[in-house]
């Protein structure tokens, strides 16, 4: 069974970088045609996609984010991860991460709490 698994720092302050990592089982993130994604959801919002990571290391992101957001992956720790620069309070949210295929994602993690204040 695959598992995903976000970690964070819960808190971040305006204008700081936001890390993400996604860890990854029963699975890897180099393995088939999937792509692994970053998704969010703002309070009293719906989803967000945010970008994802190919498993040939293709990234593509939401035009609204591209500006701000950098996957990377690290094939030895099977995780790949999201950083966002430049941090506002409108990025408070909950951030998931999946995999997704042609049919849409199959797998999700339960998701990390990040709020942005000072």
């Known amino acids: 069974q695959v598992q995903l698994l976000e970690s964070g720092p819960g808190l971040v302050k305006p204008s700081q970088t936001l890390p993400l990592t996604c860890s990854v089982s029963?699975?890897?993130?180099?393995?088939?045609?999937?792509?692994w994604t970053w998704i969010r959801q703002p309070p009293g919002k719906g989803l967000e996609w945010i970008g994802y990571i190919g498993y040939n290391g293709r990234t593509y992101y939401n035009a609204s984010l591209t500006s701000r957001s950098s996957t990377t992956r690290d094939t030895t720790k099977n995780h790949f991860t999201l950083q966002l620069s430049s941090v506002t309070p409108e990025d408070t949210a909950i951030y998931y991460c999946a995999r997704d295929g042609d049919f849409g994602p199959d797998y999700g993690g339960q998701g990390t709490q990040v709020t942005v204040s000072s």
């Open positions: 029963g699975a890897s993130i180099t393995a088939g045609s999937w792509l």
